[in-house]
């Protein structure tokens, strides 16, 4: 959700009267200048979503003429300068890295002083994380922590030509609409994106930067917090939606679970993943995982084939951007087929199994030449 605090006044509202509000940035916080990008990592990997905000913060960096900052926390033992290096040939030109035991594996409290005393120190003008678990999790309490607006679940961050103010858009009103938040009073201006929202920039593996080292100053018994093991989720490894490159999504369209079967089938096939509709989430013919669009997941897979699904508004934003989007209905106006590359219209349970069969000889064919 966006958090409508004082400052996250709607763009329309906020220029022709500000309706008595001071929506004027006080002079103190004119100093804050540069783009930060919270880079969130777990047990040694960077998450994708930081280098997709990475590409994002030297779009918007350059657009205002200032720097793009990576800001790094984590364990004593853990490779920060090597993420910091690799942030480089993503966009950052600097890097705020803060070792400290209190900082292996994620846990609010620290994270929070941490992020929020190298906002005061250093004044971004800006600061994106990725709208992950961790990531909606620390947003929030900087963001109270630091008293500034903070726009949830952003489809496209870009500069206000008016205000140079960062005009953060998301989905509103069940997704029927978007709307444009700023943040015009208060710095810095916080926004949280989700996975494969915005692409993955190119990497230029010449380009280095500037890594700042910084102390936390807190010991762990001012934590309430306490890590005692970590037990990976089974189901999170094995489904892995937004990252895939082949996606076979079904639709309430299938009738049925067991028609659902002809979904996994084409997806093996492909060596792709399973993706859902809402609808057939909620009636318990797959996984929660597995659910795309707006109260699921956002994929940008190579190839999208969607089964029995009319196109929805809240199922289209999760997969738009796909490279291309294969719709499968019975009904020629389903408004899937306004944004598919291709539609075949015909019954599902016919049509997946002859893809099936299809692509099964085409790859038995190629084994075959290749043997
Ligand atoms: C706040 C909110 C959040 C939401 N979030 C999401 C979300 O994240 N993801 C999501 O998917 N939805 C979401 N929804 C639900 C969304 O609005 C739609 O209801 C949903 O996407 C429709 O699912 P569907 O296409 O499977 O079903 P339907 O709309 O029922 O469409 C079924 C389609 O199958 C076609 N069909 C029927 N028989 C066949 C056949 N034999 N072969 C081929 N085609 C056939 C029909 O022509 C129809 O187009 C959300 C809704 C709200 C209000």
Request: include cysteine; proline fraction near 6%.
């Amino acid at each position: 959700m966006s958090t409508p605090t004082p400052s996250a006044a709607p763009a329309t509202a906020a220029r022709p009267a500000g309706r008595g509000r001071n929506l004027e940035l006080p002079e103190h916080l004119k100093a804050y200048k540069g783009v930060w990008v919270f880079i969130e990592h777990d047990r040694g990997h960077v998450h994708s979503v930081s280098w997709e905000l990475l590409g994002e913060a030297r779009k918007l960096a350059d657009t205002l003429g200032s720097s793009v900052g990576a800001v790094i926390l984590g364990g004593d033992d853990e490779p920060l300068e090597k993420f910091a290096a690799e942030a480089f040939t993503m966009g950052a030109d600097k890097a705020y890295v803060m070792h400290d035991p209190v900082l292996k594996g994620y846990r609010n409290e620290p994270f929070t002083k941490g992020l929020t005393d190298l906002v005061n120190k250093h004044q971004p003008e800006i600061l994106l994380l990725g709208a992950t678990s961790m990531g909606r999790d620390l947003a929030g309490s900087v963001a109270t922590t630091l008293l500034t607006g903070l726009t949830a679940d952003c489809t496209e961050l870009k500069i206000d030509p008016v205000s140079r103010a960062l005009a953060a858009t998301r989905p509103t009103f069940g997704g029927s609409l978007l709307c444009t938040i700023m943040t015009l009073a208060y710095r810095p201006q916080m926004a949280t994106v989700r996975p494969r929202v915005m692409a993955m920039p190119p990497v230029d593996a010449t380009r280095s930067g500037e890594i700042t080292q910084e102390t936390l100053g807190m010991v762990e018994t001012q934590i309430v917090t306490k890590l005692l093991d970590f037990i990976a989720d089974a189901n999170s490894q094995q489904i892995n939606l937004p990252y895939a490159d082949v996606i076979v999504s079904g639709g309430k369209g299938l009738k049925n679970p067991d028609n659902f079967k002809l979904v996994f089938e084409l997806a093996r096939v492909l060596g792709g993943e399973v993706g859902a509709t809402r609808p057939c989430v909620q009636a318990g013919w797959v996984e929660a995982e597995r659910q795309v669009g707006q109260t699921g997941k956002t994929v940008r897979p190579k190839l999208y084939i969607a089964a029995g699904i009319s196109g929805a508004i809240q199922h289209r934003v999760g997969m738009e951007a796909s490279d291309v989007i294969v719709a499968i209905n019975t009904d020629p106006n389903a408004p899937i087929f306004e944004f598919a590359h291709y539609g075949i219209v015909g019954n599902a349970m016919q049509v997946l199994p002859a893809l099936t069969q299809a692509f099964a000889g085409h790859f038995a064919n190629h084994r075959r030449q290749a043997a």
